[in-house]
C-alpha cells in the first residue's frame, strides 16, 4: 500500500512517532475538547492572516489553492495561500508562500514558508516544523530558505524565524519518516505527555495497558525509555524486579532521594504504598489547601481557591478575575486571608502556586514575604516524589486522589480541561462554565486534603513504628526490606532454562569427581573405597560392651521370659571423655537378644535398647563448645568430629545437637534471667539482626558482672520489657532509648553515650559557643567523679560528696534558654534525665555507664557477621540459650566445655565445686522421641546407619508396641 506523506502526517510525528504512523494510514481518532478548541482558534488564526495578506496586497499579487512549480514561482506572485508541494511520495500544503529578496540559483527572489498555528508561544516544535517545510519547498524552487515565518496566537502576532539552526534535526525525522513509511513497520508505542490532548488517547492507552508496556509511567523519560528496552526491560512487571534496595537512604546533606522508577513499578505490582526513608510533614492547628486555576501559555492565572481547616472546623474560599489586570487583585485578596493566622502551613500541589506568590511578591515589592510567607508552603507533590511511592502510574493529584477515594463532580476533570472551560466562557460568559471551574478548583483543594492527611498518617511518629496498614492501603517500609548483598553467593544457583540447569548440575566438583573422573581414575577408586571403610562403624574397635536385658514383659508384666541371642542386633553409641592428657573418643557397643514372652506369646526387644542415642551428651558438648566459643561452622565442625575422632557424622546431625543442647538448657537460661532479675543490678541493651524468611530482628541482652541473657525479639518495641522487669528492684543501667523511659525501677543512663553525641555535635557545629561552653562544662563535672572512681571504687560514701556539684552544674546551665538549637537540646535533655544521669553516686557497686552490656553484645556481634541473614528465628534462640550459657560461664570463670560435660545444669553449683558428672551410663531418647528417631535412622545413608536388617527389626519391633 503506498503511503502519502502530508502535513498532518509531519506535525502527528513531531508529536509523536506512533501518532504520525496512524495518521499515515488513514486512522482516526476522537479528538478531545483541547484539540477542538486548537483547531478552532487555528482557524481564526488562518481567517485574521488571510484577511491580513490580502489587504497588504493587491488582488493580483495573491494566488489561492495551486500546485506548486518551478513555473509557478516563476511568476515571482507576490504570496501564494493553500500552496500544494507534491513530489517522491509526499504531498504538502503550505498554509502560505511569501516572496522574499533572496537570490536563488534561478532569479533573484526566493519564497519562504508561512505556518498559522495556534498557540501563543512559539516552541521547538513549530521550528522544526518550518525547518521540515523549508527542505521540502528547495525541493521545487532548488533553494533552501534563510527565513521562515511563523503566524500565531489570537491576536496573530507575525515572528520570522531563522532557518538552518535546526537543519540536522530536521533532516534526521525527515529521513525517519521516509524510511519509517517506506518499510511499513510501526514504530514501538510510546507513550508520552501528548497522549493527555491526543484523539488517540483511549486507543493507545488500552494497548500500553494490555502490554504493561513501561511508558505507562509518566515519571520515565523517553531517553530512559529507551535505555531500559535496550536492557531487555519492556514492561512494568520486568521493570519492578530490578529494585534493590540499598543499605541507607540518609544523605549527609539532608537532600531527598531521587525518584525511582523500578520501586514505583515494584508499589503498582505488590499494590501497596511504599515509603522510602524519612519525610518531615508538618501539620499545624490552622492548615490552608491552596490551589490556583490558569492558563500557563498566556502567563493568566484566573482562579484561587482555598480551604481552610482550623480546631475542626472548614472554610471554603474562591477568588476569580476576569482579565489579565484584575489578577493583581487575586493576590491581595489571598493575603487578606491568611493575615487573620499566626500559625499555619499552606498545601499546595506542585511548585505552580508558589511561582505565582514569587511572581506577585517581586513585582510588587513585598520583599518582606519571602521571610514570612515562603517558608510555610509546603509542598506535597515534592515529598511524594522523593519518599511516597502509590500503586499508581503516576504521581498527580487525579490518580492519587482517586487511589485514596475522592470523586470529582465532572468526570473528565482535569488541568488540560480547566483552559478549555476557561476559553469557553471568554467567549460565551455562561454561567455554568464558571460554575465548573469554580467546583473544580475547590474539589482540588478536597482532594489535597485527603492526599496530605493521608501522608501524615503514614509519615508521622519513628520509622520503625509507622503503621502498615491505613485507610484500607498496605504500607510498606522500604527500609525494613532485606538488603540483597553484591557479593557473589555460595549457593544452588537457580536457573530460567531447564537445560542450563541440567549442565550446571552435572558441573559441581562433588559430581564430576565421584561420577566422572573416577571412571578413568585409578588413584580416585582407591580413595573412595578407603573413606568408604574409614566411616563403617564395625570397623571401629569398641571401648565398652553393655548387653540390655528386660526383666518383665512391657505387655503383661510377666517374668518367664525366654532370651534367644541374636548377633545381629548390635547397636553402637559414640561420646567423648576429658582426662588430663586430652580428649579421646568412646565407642560403646550395645547388644541385646530377642525377648519371648511365654505368658501372652508375645515377641519383643527391650525398649531401652530401642531408644538408645546414637551421640551421648559429650560429644554434643564438644560440637557445641566449638560451635559458640569459637564460632566454627556446623559443617566444619562435622569433619573435624569425623577426622579428629574417627566418629561419622553429619551436618544435620550437627545441627541436630545444638537444638538437644538448646533444649537441656532451657531451665539453665530460665535461672540465670530469674537471679539477674531478683538482684540489685542489671544492664540491658540490644541489636539488630536480619534473620532468613523475616528480616530485621532484634536481640536484647540483659546482663551483670557475672551472668548473660541473650533474648530474640522481632522488633524493638518495648513493651516486654514491663511484663519482664514487672519486679525488678534494682538499678537498671541503658542506653537512652525512650522504651526504658516508662519503667518504674531506678535507672542509671549511659554517660558514655551522652559524651559520644556531645563529641559528635561539636564536630559537626565548631562554632557553637554555647554548646562547647554546656559540654566542658559537663565534662569537667565528670572528670572530677571518675577520678574519685579511679581513687575509691563505686562507693556511694565516696561518690555522695559529688552531689552538691550535681547541683551547682545544673544551677549554671538551667537558669535561661541557649540560643543555639543544639545547645537548647542538650540543656533539655540534660533536665529531663536528671534524676537518671547520676544514679550511680547513691547507690554501691552501680557504674555510670553501659559498657558490660555493649561487651556482651559484642559476643553476639562476632558471630552475627558470619551468619547475619543466614540463621532462622528457631536457630537464633536455640543459638542464645547456648551463648547465654557460654557467657555466664565465662563471667564467673569456669570452662564452658567442662560444665557441659558434667550434666549438670546448675552454674553457680558447679562453680561450688560439684563437678562429677551426673549423666547416666545408657543416654536413650524419650519416648515421644522414637518415631521421629527412627524415621531419620532409616533415611540416612548406609555407610553411616546400621545395616539394613537392624532397621528392618526394630522398625517391626516399635510397630508391635
Given at each position: 500500500?503506498?503511503?502519502?506523506?502530508?502535513?498532518?502526517?509531519?506535525?502527528?510525528?513531531?508529536?509523536?512517532?506512533?501518532?504520525?504512523?496512524?495518521?499515515?494510514?488513514?486512522?482516526?481518532?476522537?479528538?478531545?475538547?483541547?484539540?477542538?478548541?486548537?483547531?478552532?482558534?487555528?482557524?481564526?488564526?488562518?481567517?485574521?492572516?488571510?484577511?491580513?495578506?490580502?489587504?497588504?496586497?493587491?488582488?493580483?499579487?495573491?494566488?489561492?489553492?495551486?500546485?506548486?512549480?518551478?513555473?509557478?514561482?516563476?511568476?515571482?506572485?507576490?504570496?501564494?495561500?493553500?500552496?500544494?508541494?507534491?513530489?517522491?511520495?509526499?504531498?504538502?500544503?503550505?498554509?502560505?508562500?511569501?516572496?522574499?529578496?533572496?537570490?536563488?540559483?534561478?532569479?533573484?527572489?526566493?519564497?519562504?514558508?508561512?505556518?498559522?498555528?495556534?498557540?501563543?508561544?512559539?516552541?521547538?516544535?513549530?521550528?522544526?516544523?518550518?525547518?521540515?517545510?523549508?527542505?521540502?519547498?528547495?525541493?521545487?524552487?532548488?533553494?533552501?530558505?534563510?527565513?521562515?515565518?511563523?503566524?500565531?496566537?489570537?491576536?496573530?502576532?507575525?515572528?520570522?524565524?531563522?532557518?538552518?539552526?535546526?537543519?540536522?534535526?530536521?533532516?534526521?525525522?525527515?529521513?525517519?519518516?521516509?524510511?519509517?513509511?517506506?518499510?511499513?513497520?510501526?514504530?514501538?508505542?510510546?507513550?508520552?505527555?501528548?497522549?493527555?490532548?491526543?484523539?488517540?488517547?483511549?486507543?493507545?492507552?488500552?494497548?500500553?495497558?494490555?502490554?504493561?508496556?513501561?511508558?505507562?509511567?509518566?515519571?520515565?523519560?523517553?531517553?530512559?525509555?529507551?535505555?531500559?528496552?535496550?536492557?531487555?526491560?519492556?514492561?512494568?512487571?520486568?521493570?519492578?524486579?530490578?529494585?534493590?534496595?540499598?543499605?541507607?537512604?540518609?544523605?549527609?546533606?539532608?537532600?531527598?532521594?531521587?525518584?525511582?522508577?523500578?520501586?514505583?513499578?515494584?508499589?503498582?505490582?505488590?499494590?501497596?504504598?511504599?515509603?522510602?526513608?524519612?519525610?518531615?510533614?508538618?501539620?499545624?492547628?490552622?492548615?490552608?489547601?491552596?490551589?490556583?486555576?490558569?492558563?500557563?501559555?498566556?502567563?493568566?492565572?484566573?482562579?484561587?481557591?482555598?480551604?481552610?481547616?482550623?480546631?475542626?472546623?472548614?472554610?471554603?474560599?474562591?477568588?476569580?478575575?476576569?482579565?489579565?489586570?484584575?489578577?493583581?487583585?487575586?493576590?491581595?485578596?489571598?493575603l487578606e486571608v491568611i493575615g487573620r493566622f499566626d500559625d499555619y502551613r499552606i498545601y499546595c500541589y506542585g511548585s505552580y502556586e508558589a511561582t505565582f506568590l514569587r511572581r506577585w511578591i517581586k513585582e510588587l515589592n513585598r520583599h518582606d514575604l519571602n521571610d514570612s510567607l515562603i517558608p510555610r508552603i509546603v509542598n506535597v507533590l515534592s515529598t511524594i516524589h522523593?519518599?511516597?511511592?502509590?500503586?499508581?502510574?503516576?504521581?498527580?493529584?487525579?490518580?492519587?486522589?482517586?487511589?485514596?477515594?475522592?470523586?470529582?463532580?465532572?468526570?473528565?476533570?482535569?488541568?488540560?480541561?480547566?483552559?478549555?472551560?476557561?476559553?469557553?466562557?471568554?467567549?460565551?460568559?455562561?454561567?455554568?462554565?464558571?460554575?465548573?471551574?469554580?467546583?473544580?478548583?475547590?474539589?482540588?483543594?478536597?482532594?489535597?486534603?485527603?492526599?496530605?492527611?493521608?501522608?501524615?498518617?503514614?509519615?508521622?511518629?519513628?520509622?520503625?513504628?509507622?503503621?502498615?496498614?491505613?485507610?484500607?492501603?498496605?504500607?510498606?517500609?522500604?527500609?525494613?526490606?532485606?538488603?540483597?548483598?553484591?557479593?557473589?553467593?555460595?549457593?544452588?544457583?537457580?536457573?530460567?532454562?531447564?537445560?542450563?540447569?541440567?549442565?550446571?548440575?552435572?558441573?559441581?566438583?562433588?559430581?564430576?569427581?565421584?561420577?566422572?573422573?573416577?571412571?578413568?581414575?585409578?588413584?580416585?577408586?582407591?580413595?573412595?573405597?578407603?573413606?568408604?571403610?574409614?566411616?563403617?562403624?564395625?570397623?571401629?574397635?569398641?571401648?565398652?560392651?553393655?548387653?540390655?536385658?528386660?526383666?518383665?514383659?512391657?505387655?503383661?508384666?510377666?517374668?518367664?521370659?525366654?532370651?534367644?541371642?541374636?548377633?545381629?542386633?548390635?547397636?553402637?553409641?559414640?561420646?567423648?571423655?576429658?582426662?588430663?592428657?586430652?580428649?579421646?573418643?568412646?565407642?560403646?557397643?550395645?547388644?541385646?537378644?530377642?525377648?519371648?514372652?511365654?505368658?501372652?506369646?508375645?515377641?519383643?526387644?527391650?525398649?531401652?535398647?530401642?531408644?538408645?542415642?546414637?551421640?551421648?551428651?559429650?560429644?554434643?558438648?564438644?560440637?557445641?563448645?566449638?560451635?559458640?566459643?569459637?564460632?566454627?561452622?556446623?559443617?566444619?565442625?562435622?569433619?573435624?568430629?569425623?577426622?579428629?575422632?574417627?566418629?561419622?557424622?553429619?551436618?544435620?546431625?550437627?545441627?541436630?545437637?545444638?537444638?538437644?543442647?538448646?533444649?537441656?538448657?532451657?531451665?539453665?537460661?530460665?535461672?540465670?534471667?530469674?537471679?539477674?532479675?531478683?538482684?540489685?543490678?542489671?544492664?540491658?541493651?540490644?541489636?539488630?539482626?536480619?534473620?532468613?524468611?523475616?528480616?530485621?530482628?532484634?536481640?536484647?541482652?540483659?546482663?551483670?558482672?557475672?551472668?548473660?541473657?541473650?533474648?530474640?525479639?522481632?522488633?524493638?518495641?518495648?513493651?516486654?520489657?514491663?511484663?519482664?522487669?514487672?519486679?525488678?528492684?534494682?538499678?537498671?543501667?541503658?542506653?537512652?532509648?525512650?522504651?526504658?523511659?516508662?519503667?518504674?525501677?531506678?535507672?542509671?543512663?549511659?554517660?558514655?553515650?551522652?559524651?559520644?553525641?556531645?563529641?559528635?555535635?561539636?564536630?559537626?557545629?565548631?562554632?557553637?559557643?554555647?554548646?562547647?561552653?554546656?559540654?566542658?562544662?559537663?565534662?569537667?563535672?565528670?572528670?572530677?567523679?571518675?577520678?574519685?572512681?579511679?581513687?575509691?571504687?563505686?562507693?556511694?560514701?565516696?561518690?555522695?560528696?559529688?552531689?552538691?556539684?550535681?547541683?551547682?552544674?545544673?544551677?549554671?546551665?538551667?537558669?535561661?534558654p541557649f540560643r543555639s538549637d543544639v545547645a537548647e537540646g542538650y540543656r533539655t535533655r540534660l533536665v529531663r534525665y536528671r534524676a537518671k544521669l547520676f544514679t550511680f553516686l547513691s547507690h554501691d557497686g552501680v557504674p555510670w555507664n553501659n559498657n558490660n552490656a555493649e561487651h556482651a553484645v559484642k559476643a553476639f556481634a562476632y558471630y552475627r557477621e558470619l551468619a547475619?541473614?543466614?540463621?532462622?528465628?528457631?536457630?537464633?534462640?536455640?543459638?542464645?540459650?547456648l551463648l547465654s550459657v557460654y557467657q555466664t560461664c565465662k563471667y564467673k570463670g569456669v570452662s564452658f566445655l567442662r560444665f557441659m560435660i558434667s550434666g549438670q545444669t546448675d552454674i553457680d553449683k558447679f562453680c561450688s565445686g560439684h563437678r562429677m558428672s551426673v549423666l547416666p551410663p545408657i543416654e536413650v531418647y524419650a519416648e515421644d522421641e522414637l518415631a521421629t528417631?527412627?524415621?531419620?535412622?532409616?533415611?540416612?545413608?548406609?555407610?553411616?546407619?546400621?545395616?539394613?536388617?537392624?532397621?528392618?527389626?526394630?522398625?517391626?519391633?516399635?510397630?508391635?508396641?
Amino acid at each position: 500500500m503506498s503511503i502519502t506523506i502530508t502535513k498532518d502526517v509531519l506535525e502527528g510525528y513531531l508529536k509523536c512517532k506512533f501518532k504520525g504512523h496512524l495518521k499515515s494510514i488513514g486512522e482516526e481518532g476522537n479528538p478531545t475538547d483541547f484539540e477542538l478548541l486548537a483547531h478552532d482558534t487555528k482557524e481564526r488564526v488562518r481567517t485574521l492572516a488571510i484577511d491580513r495578506f490580502l489587504a497588504e496586497h493587491s488582488e493580483g499579487d495573491v494566488l489561492r489553492g495551486l500546485s506548486v512549480t518551478p513555473e509557478l514561482l516563476r511568476h515571482g506572485t507576490s504570496v501564494i495561500l493553500d500552496a500544494t508541494v507534491a513530489f517522491d511520495g509526499m504531498c504538502i500544503c503550505f498554509d502560505a508562500l511569501v516572496k522574499i529578496k533572496e537570490r536563488s540559483s534561478a532569479r533573484s527572489f526566493c519564497y519562504a514558508p508561512v505556518l498559522f498555528h495556534e498557540s501563543s508561544k512559539s516552541g521547538r516544535e513549530q521550528r522544526v516544523l518550518l525547518e521540515l517545510l523549508g527542505m521540502i519547498l528547495a525541493s521545487v524552487q532548488r533553494q533552501e530558505p534563510s527565513w521562515g515565518i511563523l503566524i500565531h496566537g489570537a491576536d496573530c502576532q507575525t515572528r520570522r524565524i531563522k532557518l538552518g539552526r535546526n537543519a540536522d534535526i530536521a533532516r534526521r525525522k525527515l529521513k525517519e519518516i521516509s524510511e519509517r513509511l517506506t518499510v511499513g513497520t510501526p514504530p514501538k508505542l510510546t507513550l508520552n505527555t501528548h497522549c493527555q490532548i491526543c484523539e488517540f488517547k483511549q486507543r493507545c492507552q488500552a494497548e500500553a495497558s494490555e502490554k504493561d508496556d513501561i511508558s505507562l509511567l509518566r515519571s520515565i523519560s523517553e531517553n530512559e525509555i529507551a535505555k531500559y528496552r535496550s536492557r531487555g526491560i519492556f514492561s512494568v512487571t520486568q521493570l519492578s524486579c530490578t529494585f534493590r534496595p540499598k543499605k541507607k537512604y540518609t544523605n549527609p546533606n539532608h537532600e531527598s532521594p531521587p525518584h525511582q522508577h523500578a520501586l514505583q513499578a515494584l508499589a503498582i505490582r505488590e499494590k501497596k504504598i511504599h515509603v522510602l526513608g524519612t519525610a518531615e510533614f508538618p501539620m499545624p492547628s490552622v492548615r490552608l489547601y491552596f490551589d490556583i486555576e490558569g492558563d500557563p501559555e498566556r502567563r493568566f492565572d484566573y482562579l484561587l481557591g482555598i480551604v481552610i481547616e482550623s480546631n475542626g472546623n472548614l472554610e471554603r474560599r474562591s477568588f476569580w478575575s476576569d482579565d489579565p489586570t484584575s489578577e493583581r487583585r487575586l493576590f491581595e485578596q489571598f493575603l487578606e486571608v491568611i493575615g487573620r493566622f499566626d500559625d499555619y502551613r499552606i498545601y499546595c500541589y506542585g511548585s505552580y502556586e508558589a511561582t505565582f506568590l514569587r511572581r506577585w511578591i517581586k513585582e510588587l515589592n513585598r520583599h518582606d514575604l519571602n521571610d514570612s510567607l515562603i517558608p510555610r508552603i509546603v509542598n506535597v507533590l515534592s515529598t511524594i516524589h522523593s519518599h511516597i511511592y502509590f500503586p499508581t502510574y503516576s504521581n498527580g493529584l487525579k490518580d492519587i486522589g482517586a487511589l485514596l477515594g475522592f470523586a470529582w463532580t465532572e468526570a473528565n476533570a482535569s488541568g488540560i480541561q480547566s483552559i478549555v472551560w476557561r476559553r469557553r466562557w471568554e467567549e460565551s460568559r455562561s454561567v455554568s462554565f464558571k460554575d465548573m471551574l469554580i467546583n473544580y478548583n475547590l474539589e482540588d483543594c478536597m482532594a489535597l486534603k485527603k492526599v496530605t492527611e493521608f501522608l501524615f498518617s503514614i509519615c508521622s511518629g519513628p520509622t520503625g513504628q509507622r503503621c502498615t496498614q491505613s485507610a484500607g492501603h498496605e504500607i510498606a517500609q522500604v527500609e525494613a526490606t532485606s538488603v540483597q548483598s553484591s557479593r557473589r553467593e555460595w549457593c544452588q544457583a537457580s536457573f530460567a532454562i531447564p537445560s542450563f540447569e541440567f549442565v550446571n548440575d552435572r558441573a559441581y566438583f562433588d559430581y564430576q569427581r565421584d561420577r566422572v573422573f573416577i571412571r578413568s581414575s585409578k588413584r580416585l577408586k582407591i580413595i573412595q573405597k578407603r573413606d568408604r571403610l574409614v566411616y563403617r562403624k564395625k570397623n571401629l574397635p569398641a571401648n565398652k560392651r553393655i548387653e540390655i536385658t528386660s526383666l518383665n514383659c512391657p505387655d503383661c508384666d510377666g517374668t518367664k521370659l525366654t532370651r534367644k541371642p541374636d548377633g545381629r542386633l548390635v547397636r553402637l553409641a559414640y561420646n567423648l571423655r576429658m582426662t588430663p592428657s586430652g580428649i579421646r573418643r568412646v565407642l560403646i557397643r550395645f547388644t541385646t537378644t530377642r525377648h519371648y514372652c511365654r505368658r501372652c506369646k508375645r515377641r519383643f526387644l527391650p525398649g531401652e535398647y530401642l531408644r538408645i542415642k546414637e551421640h551421648f551428651h559429650a560429644l554434643k558438648s564438644w560440637a557445641m563448645f566449638e560451635y559458640v566459643a569459637h564460632r566454627t561452622s556446623l559443617a566444619n565442625i562435622a569433619e573435624n568430629v569425623r577426622e579428629l575422632f574417627g566418629v561419622p557424622v553429619t551436618t544435620t546431625e550437627i545441627c541436630k545437637f545444638k537444638s538437644d543442647l538448646s533444649r537441656y538448657y532451657e531451665g539453665t537460661v530460665a535461672g540465670i534471667l530469674k537471679s539477674l532479675l531478683t538482684g540489685p543490678l542489671l544492664h540491658s541493651d540490644e541489636t539488630e539482626v536480619h534473620v532468613k524468611g523475616i528480616g530485621k530482628g532484634y536481640v536484647w541482652v540483659f546482663t551483670n558482672l557475672e551472668s548473660v541473657v541473650y533474648l530474640y525479639r522481632p522488633n524493638r518495641e518495648g513493651e516486654f520489657l514491663h511484663t519482664l522487669l514487672r519486679d525488678f528492684m534494682g538499678v537498671l543501667v541503658s542506653d537512652f532509648y525512650t522504651a526504658y523511659d516508662s519503667l518504674e525501677c531506678s535507672q542509671q543512663k549511659c554517660l558514655i553515650h551522652l559524651i559520644r553525641d556531645f563529641n559528635q555535635d561539636i564536630v559537626k557545629n565548631p562554632w557553637d559557643e554555647e554548646l562547647k561552653h554546656i559540654s566542658s562544662v559537663f565534662g569537667t563535672l565528670l572528670k572530677t567523679v571518675v577520678a574519685t572512681i579511679d581513687r575509691y571504687g563505686l562507693k556511694k560514701r565516696h561518690l555522695g560528696k559529688h552531689r552538691r556539684d550535681v547541683d551547682q552544674f545544673y544551677q549554671s546551665v538551667t537558669p535561661a534558654p541557649f540560643r543555639s538549637d543544639v545547645a537548647e537540646g542538650y540543656r533539655t535533655r540534660l533536665v529531663r534525665y536528671r534524676a537518671k544521669l547520676f544514679t550511680f553516686l547513691s547507690h554501691d557497686g552501680v557504674p555510670w555507664n553501659n559498657n558490660n552490656a555493649e561487651h556482651a553484645v559484642k559476643a553476639f556481634a562476632y558471630y552475627r557477621e558470619l551468619a547475619d541473614n543466614m540463621m532462622t528465628s528457631t536457630g537464633l534462640n536455640e543459638y542464645l540459650n547456648l551463648l547465654s550459657v557460654y557467657q555466664t560461664c565465662k563471667y564467673k570463670g569456669v570452662s564452658f566445655l567442662r560444665f557441659m560435660i558434667s550434666g549438670q545444669t546448675d552454674i553457680d553449683k558447679f562453680c561450688s565445686g560439684h563437678r562429677m558428672s551426673v549423666l547416666p551410663p545408657i543416654e536413650v531418647y524419650a519416648e515421644d522421641e522414637l518415631a521421629t528417631v527412627m524415621l531419620r535412622r532409616g533415611r540416612k545413608r548406609r555407610s553411616v546407619t546400621r545395616s539394613r536388617s537392624e532397621v528392618a527389626e526394630n522398625a517391626a519391633s516399635t510397630a508391635n508396641r
